[in-house]
């Protein structure tokens, strides 16, 4: 394990809540993991106390095994072996491009040949060859996020840690930047966390992904685990859009009784027959299907380019206490169904996904 | 768009009286340097030179003013640099490292603004009679480094405070010591307010009058504004002879204000707008 945090605590003097409460994590070497979640979860408390920018109230923290906070011991930041490319990038605005990259390499034993070796390679690696003597004022957003990474890689961390590095940049750059950056990462073989709120960004760019929530971990996985099966009400709704559901679990352990009447769920649960669970089903994975048991009229439709986000209005059974149940599902653009048309749906078992209890 | 046409015309109207007003007591002294006592006297004060005559400035230099002139860029200059190296210093201190009495240090030296001069000259007298530095133009040095900390800590504090605090965790992450984060990243970023402490200051010594009159008696050791106070009692009604004192040491002064009123011009309004 590259990074084990064992109970961490961590709460701010002006705040009520903690913001980081009882964090359990280890970080296998050669991962690239993604803290998701809300502004305010905590995530980035938790990449900074890794780095040792801030000390948290109870817990320990282990690089590489060795442990760096906890039990009154403390290592400073600079011992830690790791980088961080910074929200803004923190650049330093009166040092050209290789300055800002030889900053890090300044109290390290290695002769001045060494450093310009280094130096060289890691602007190769960044693609930011011929750009080494301008300022990160002349740069674009894209370039100069280069030079922050080149800056947090130039040490040879164990661990590089980027704090929602693509937040600042336009939507085209941003898809291109985390292609960019996830190859730069892949191919310097460093261990790597990203923090951002952005679901899609997260399931795009790591192996593993840490949803948080008020200072908690709601679930890792991998990303087609957070995205698929959902563990809370939280993680479905945030993680892409979700219908939730409360029901009950049939005799059989694969149905499950909704206001939506009976439904087929998957079976990896160990719910017991007649537990109340709230269950999630992805709008994409509701079908318009002439013969599904699933009656409703379309309250409204929002063109989305690649879709229609349709609001669908199911009556319900009759022992619920509201008569209606809205879904939300996906059409394609090219359907042409009218505000007020009646539809028949239909859920795959397999997208029935049971939450909590 | 008539309204629009307006006003830039007031506008320009208004920015043209002012530059006559603040302009207009720099050409009148420069003007009357070029004149002789006698023309002076004879010719109203408005009118031209008959003719450009340098012989005042001629006088000036043989009268000592390059000594005078020597002695005050060394007091200020040392001050300016001693100023910038403390100030910086303490700001950096105030800002960016965590203690308890950080605020209070900064009142104590903000405190210091509101000491009127006059009430420091006879303990500042006698501190520098006693320490046995009176009459001596080291002895000026210390006087206004202390009378100009307080403004240059408060400018500094405001500049620091707005560099944000991620420049310093990347440099921390780096390795860097809290010296090589103050030498290499904070003072190089604070780079217009110093430059604003350092003009404000340096204006302020060059033409400092009280602390010299008190603190120096040798005529080879005065300042600038010492040997202009000497010209009126040494010519009497010379004034031309005043005004060619009042422009040779003005000249240095507004030469570093036009090389550097961008970078001072930024450090006093640091903060105030979004970049």
Redesign the interface.
């Known amino acids: 394990m590259i990074i084990n945090l064992k109970n961490i605590l961590k709460t701010y003097p002006e705040c009520e809540s903690p913001a980081l409460n009882n964090i359990n994590l280890s970080i296998k070497s050669g991962e690239i993991i993604t803290l998701l979640g809300p502004s305010g979860c905590g995530k980035t408390t938790l990449l900074r106390l890794i780095a040792g920018l801030e000390k948290p109230d109870q817990g320990e923290i282990y690089i590489k095994n060795n442990q760096v906070t906890g039990n009154q011991i403390w290592v400073p930041p600079e011992k830690r072996e790791v980088g961080m490319v910074f929200q803004d990038f923190a650049l330093f605005p009166h040092l050209n491009v290789q300055q800002n990259i030889a900053f890090a390499l300044q109290n390290m034993k290695i002769s001045e040949e060494q450093k310009k070796n280094k130096i060289n390679s890691i602007i190769k690696l960044v693609g930011l060859s011929g750009l080494s003597s301008q300022n990160p004022a002349d740069l674009s957003g894209g370039q100069q996020q280069r030079v922050a990474l080149a800056r947090a890689l130039i040490q040879d961390p164990l661990l590089v840690m980027l704090d929602e590095p693509f937040n600042n940049l336009d939507m085209n750059l941003r898809s291109k930047m985390q292609k960019e950056i996830t190859n730069i990462i892949h191919k310097s073989g460093t261990t790597a966390v990203f923090v951002t709120h952005n679901q899609k960004e997260a399931l795009s760019i790591s192996n593993k992904v840490i949803v948080m929530d008020k200072g908690q971990i709601e679930q890792k996985g991998t990303p087609r685990q957070i995205y698929e099966k959902p563990k809370t009400k939280f993680v479905a709704s945030f993680v892409g859009q979700s219908n939730i559901l409360s029901g009950t679990i049939g005799k059989e352990k694969n149905t499950v009784i909704t206001p939506l009447g009976r439904l087929s769920c998957r079976t990896d649960h160990n719910k017991k027959p007649g537990t109340r669970v709230d269950l999630s089903i992805k709008p994409e994975d509701i079908k318009i299907n002439s013969s599904g048991s699933i009656q409703g009229t379309i309250l409204s439709q929002k063109y989305k380019g690649q879709y229609v986000e349709a609001v669908i209005s199911i009556k319900t059974s009759s022992n619920t206490k509201s008569p209606n149940k809205n879904l939300n599902i996906y059409l394609t653009p090219d359907d042409s169904y009218k505000k007020g048309d009646k539809l028949s749906l239909s859920i795959p078992p397999k997208n029935v996904n049971i939450i909590s209890s | 768009m008539l309204l629009g046409k307006i006003t830039i015309f007031l506008k320009y109207i208004f920015c043209l009286v002012w530059l006559v007003i603040a302009g207009y007591p720099f050409i009148f002294v420069f003007n009357t340097s070029l004149k002789e006592r006698r023309e002076f006297f004879t010719t109203s004060v408005w009118s031209s030179p008959e003719s450009w005559q340098f012989q005042n400035y001629i006088e000036a230099v043989k009268a000592g003013f390059l000594r005078y002139f020597l002695n005050t860029g060394f007091v200020t200059f040392s001050a300016v640099i001693l100023i910038v190296i403390i100030a910086a210093m303490a700001s950096y201190v105030i800002t960016r490292i965590e203690f308890k009495y950080s605020n209070l240090v900064f009142l104590i030296f903000v405190a210091g603004m509101m000491i009127p001069i006059h009430s420091t000259l006879i303990p500042v007298y006698r501190v520098t009679r006693t320490i046995g530095l009176y009459n001596t133009l080291t002895g000026l040095i210390g006087p206004y480094v202390a009378f100009g900390l307080p403004i240059s800590v408060f400018i500094l504090t405001g500049f620091m405070r707005d560099i944000?605090p991620?420049?310093e965790?990347?440099?921390?992450?780096?390795?860097?010591?809290k010296f090589?984060i103050f030498t290499?990243?904070i003072f190089?970023?604070s780079?217009p307010a110093i430059f604003t402490v350092a003009i404000y200051n340096l204006v302020i010594f060059w033409n400092e009058f009280v602390y010299a009159l008190i603190l120096i008696s040798s005529p080879g050791k005065w300042n600038i504004t010492l040997g202009l106070w000497n010209f009126q009692g040494r010519y009497g009604t010379n004034i031309p002879m005043v005004m060619t004192g009042v422009i040779i040491s003005a000249v240095p002064v507004i030469i570093l204000y036009l090389f550097f009123q961008d970078q001072v011009i930024r450090g006093m309004t640091a903060g105030a707008l979004k970049e």
Request: net charge neutral; aromatic share 0%; no cysteine.
């Open positions: 944000p991620q420049m965790e990347a440099a921390i992450i780096d390795g860097a010591s090589q290499k990243i190089p970023l780079r």
